[in-house]
């Protein structure tokens, strides 16, 4: 069956390092991944999407690696900033195939 | 001017009651989607919907079902409410059916079975 994982389910860094968070997946041939941000009582924010065919994304902040040989994406985010403490929900697509979220990272980012 | 709007963002319930979450997206989006966050915070989908099509996830109990009375709506019904409905729901939208596509989501509603 279909299965994504996420690295750990917390995270602890300082303010002002880069944040790592992984997302495997096994049985799944996905076309595009996701991430999402999700902040205690909202529902998941939109950050980023990278295409299979693409090995990295940037957005500010922000950068997307996918991996399709190792299935994994790598989801950074440079100069933390305690306003980024969330949790991050890698996401994905696939074709004939449903969209299915990975478990997240709760990312504390400690000043 | 909230994009995706879900109604009530808590609700507690016993066991046996019929209970409706409603949802409203004034984004234009052509598709609309439940999901379910449990207690491990998995998010799992329930339905997809745009107006030609309904997707159901097939485990889901029949006891869900989905109503839209128009584009920008998708409400949800839950007949006879049991201990294990107790979760998140969250609804989304997003522009097509389209696996590029991202996902706008509510706030959530918090159902409490007990």
């Known amino acids: 069956s279909q299965k994504i994982e996420q690295n750990s389910e917390a995270l602890n860094i300082q303010e002002g390092k880069t944040a790592t968070l992984t997302c495997n997946y096994t049985?799944?041939?996905?076309?595009?991944l996701q991430w999402y941000r999700q902040d205690p009582g909202r529902g998941p924010v939109f950050l980023l999407l990278i295409r299979e065919n693409e090995k990295e994304k940037r957005k500010e902040r922000l950068k997307v690696t996918f991996d399709t040989t190792l299935k994994q994406s790598l989801f950074h985010i440079t100069a933390s900033q305690p306003a980024d403490s969330a949790t991050y929900l890698c996401?994905?697509?696939?074709?004939?195939?449903?969209?299915?979220f990975g478990p997240g990272t709760r990312l504390s980012v400690l000043p | 001017d909230t994009a995706v709007s879900q109604t009530p963002k808590y609700l507690v319930t016993q066991m046996g009651n019929d209970k409706s979450i409603k949802c409203e997206q004034n984004l234009g989006h052509d598709t609309m989607y439940w999901y379910k966050q449990d207690s491990k915070k998995f998010l799992k989908i329930m339905f997809s919907y745009n107006n030609k099509e309904l997707i159901i996830n097939e485990t889901v109990p029949n006891r869900f079902s989905p109503k839209s009375p128009d584009k920008a709506h998708l409400n949800l019904h839950i007949n006879s409410l049991e201990l294990g409905d107790s979760a998140v729901y969250f609804c989304?939208?997003?522009?097509?059916?389209?696996?590029?596509?991202?996902?706008?989501f509510g706030n959530g509603t918090r159902l409490t079975v007990t």
């Open positions: 049985n799944y041939s996905p076309a595009y």
């Open positions: 996401a994905l697509t696939g074709y004939g195939q449903n969209f299915v």
């Open positions: 989304a939208s997003s522009q097509m059916d389209s696996l590029n596509s991202p996902l706008h």
